[in-house]
């Protein structure tokens, strides 16, 4: 009988297979592995919200000048045109912070530049005693008009334009007349500019010496408006008796009006044939004053700031701290640790006055930055502030279980990582209430804040294996005994 040698080979190999594969099955699909993850969220990016300067609104200094005409043939003062100026005085006190002088048109050479004259006054800032021996309270403003109005002066010579100039150049330095104010002149008459010279009679008046004094005095006072407003007569005919047209005073108020130089320029009288001038004759005294509320307009004080606040929610990193100031013409990023023109982070202040004008205020307590040069924000500019999230590193492994230690296998995003005291994972077995997570790789020993507790069998992690925000651990082992 013939053998054949290649059938036992056959045999001997399947049966061979058939141990190796029962071994193999006991060895990695009989024992179950246990398996722990840990996933760490990627950063978060934290912005707070727009935050806006502020501004203060502040009464806006006004001097008025009235004169009141005293000449003979002006011998009363119409109870409309009291209530007028009673009108007047009510809302000048409720929006500017205001002096208020009332004197008589003309005076005798015999008579002080002062004579008779009278101070309502927003308050005493600045004023001298002088000042103050004038000062009426409001109830009694319009009633000393009569008294103005009873100086009776017989001449026939009168000049509001150099009468204004005299007694504004005379109360200069006694607080009733400010630098930097508006200055409103009103001058009620019921005639006309009349002089005498050598032996005649100036007429028609010529205005500009007149009116060169005027603008060299606001320009000595360095006001932000000056006004030139008369209450005349600007009936060509039928002008009641005792009345004569101003001629010259209605010139004068449209000259001022319209001159160049004011450092704000009016606009309230624009259409009227004869700016600021009023016809007295049959007047509405209750609105011939309105063109002075109109004219003026209140002072806004832009708030400038040489610290911000980093109002973030969140454990937020500071060397990702991003500021964007933002002003009418468009959005600037802020460049961090620059002294030139950018910011500096200085951490948490208690109180920290955030603005330096128009005076140091605006305090704060939290985190803040330090502003300097164009990086300052001045009223309207607005600032957003971002930073990203701190990054937050592990250096401990809570496995699901109790293991069995040299069963342990590990990676990181997927990459194999190996048991090790310097570089890898070392197993410490059982531990209470650990804070898992470190301050840095750098620092693998403090403590990182905020705490993340846990109790369990634990990994220590060094070096590589140390993972942080966007990163997976992952590790599979044999249950222990």
């Not at 101070?119 to 009569?146: E, M």
């Not at 040069?373 to 496995?399: I, W």
Request: hydrophobic share 30%; charged share 15%; aromatic share 12%.
């Amino acid at each position: 009988m013939k053998v054949r040698p290649w059938k036992y080979i056959y045999f001997a190999i399947g049966i061979l297979s058939i141990v190796l594969l029962a071994s193999c099955s006991k060895e990695i699909f009989g024992t179950k592995k246990n398996k722990a993850t840990s996933s760490v969220a990627q950063k978060d990016t934290f912005t707070s919200d727009q935050i806006c300067s502020e501004h203060s609104v502040v009464k806006p200094k006004v001097d008025f000048l009235f004169l009141w005409d005293n000449s003979a043939s002006q011998t009363y003062v119409e109870p409309a045109l009291r209530n007028g100026f009673n009108n007047l005085v009510n809302r000048i006190s409720s929006n500017f912070d205001h002096h208020i002088l009332m004197a008589p048109l003309i005076r005798s050479t015999y008579d002080s530049v002062d004579v008779n004259s009278f101070l309502v006054s927003y308050d005493n800032t600045g004023l001298t005693s002088s000042a103050l021996n004038r000062q009426v309270p409001y109830t009694i403003a319009a009633s000393k008009l009569d008294q103005i109005v009873s100086t009776l002066n017989g001449g026939n010579q009168e000049n509001g334009f150099y009468r204004a100039y005299e007694i504004i150049n005379n109360n200069r330095t006694n607080g009733i007349f400010r630098n930097n104010a508006y200055l409103m002149i009103v001058v009620m008459s019921n005639g006309d500019v009349r002089t005498y010279n050598n032996g005649y009679w100036v007429h028609p008046y010529i205005l500009t010496t007149d009116k060169n004094r005027l603008l060299n005095l606001r320009s000595t006072l360095g006001n932000e408006q000056m006004r030139f407003m008369s209450l005349v007569s600007h009936a060509y005919d039928g002008i009641p008796s005792g009345y004569k047209k101003g001629y010259a005073y209605i010139a004068m108020s449209s000259q001022i009006y319209y001159d160049a130089g004011q450092t704000i320029r009016p606009t309230d009288q624009e259409g009227r044939p004869d700016p600021d001038s009023y016809n007295i004759a049959g007047a509405d005294y209750n609105r011939i004053f309105d063109g002075i509320n109109q004219s003026i307009t209140m002072v806004t004080v832009a708030h400038q700031y040489n610290y911000w606040p980093v109002a973030l929610q969140g454990n937020f990193d500071p060397l990702t701290l991003r500021v964007t100031k933002y002003t009418a013409s468009g959005s600037t990023s802020l460049t961090p640790n620059d002294t030139t023109n950018g910011f500096v982070y200085l951490g948490h202040r208690n109180n920290q006055n955030t603005r330096y004008a128009p005076t140091p205020g605006e305090p704060y307590t939290g985190n803040v930055v330090r502003l300097y040069g164009s990086g300052r924000v001045k009223y309207p500019d607005c600032v957003v502030v971002a930073a990203d999230e701190q990054a937050s590193y592990y250096g401990y492994f809570t496995l699901s279980g109790k293991p069995n230690p040299s069963s342990i296998q590990c990676t990181k995003n997927g990459t194999t990582v190996t048991a090790s005291t310097s570089n890898g994972f070392e197993y410490i077995g059982y531990v209470e209430n650990k804070n898992v997570k470190i301050e840095s790789p750098s620092n693998p020993d403090t403590p990182g804040t905020p705490a993340v507790i846990q109790s369990g069998f634990m990994l220590k992690l060094r070096g590589s294996a140390i993972y942080t925000n966007g990163e997976t651990f992952e590790c599979y082992f044999d249950p222990g005994t």
